[in-house]
């Protein structure tokens, strides 16, 4: 499941590669990658043509192609592996090629939606007055975003009487944070995925937002190494951030800090990895 830094690696491809292109043909091959497009497939491609492209935009793990001329954009639902290639036109078709969008012009390259699993898909919708696609307009700005608001979160997390995990994973309160990331920060900054954030203090929030902004954009940097290539990637085997990795995927590896064998709980049909010495389980268990 791609996470913020691989959203955002993609985002800043497709800002390179498609950004104010016009929009001269889009082929649906497959009706589910536009299920999301109520009005169908056809209606999808119509409504597409003629448009320029405008600047790509991300707000936590959604990315969307804001259409110029309207007050529409086209979002992208990468889902478990979905992945947008700008691709040659003479490369031939991949076998999940899911959707095809050619352009007005002779750069000889074309935006591919390709899905093995098609949980993904692309779809049209209109903006708020902000410029996000409406249906994602409930989802919370993303820490490495300039307007994210530290001490708004601060109150919201203390508010909330809810276990930090469960809070960074909330994308009405802070979006982007996903199990691997928010995994990687709780360990950087010592604190247990369980512990409850009515008390977290000022010092504590602060900690804690700085090492999931550098989890992010460390990874962001190893990510950003590779996208210099025509070929604009996001899916689970990426894994370019993995070896970085002090937590997630660690279970009985030494923790990098003191050595003790680091632990995976199950957790919300997924799982923990934590060390017990550096993040000590709370008192009370909620
Ligand atoms: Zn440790």
Redesign the pocket.
Known sequence: MPELPEVEVVRRGLARWVAHRTVAETEVLHPRAVRRHVAGGEDFAHRLKGHHIGEPSRRGKYLWLPLEETNQSVLAHLGMSGQLLVQPQETPDEKHLRIRIRFADSLGTELRFVDQRTFGGLSLHDNTPDGLPDVIAHIARDPLDALFDDDAFHQALRRKRSTVKRALLDQSLISGVGNIYADEALWRARIHYERPTAHFTRPVTAELLGHIRDVMNAALAVGGTSFDSLYVNVNGESGYFDRSLDAYGREGEP?R????PMRRRPWMNRSSYF?P???RAPRVAS
């Open positions: 923790c800090r003191c050595g003790t060390c010495k550096c993040q």
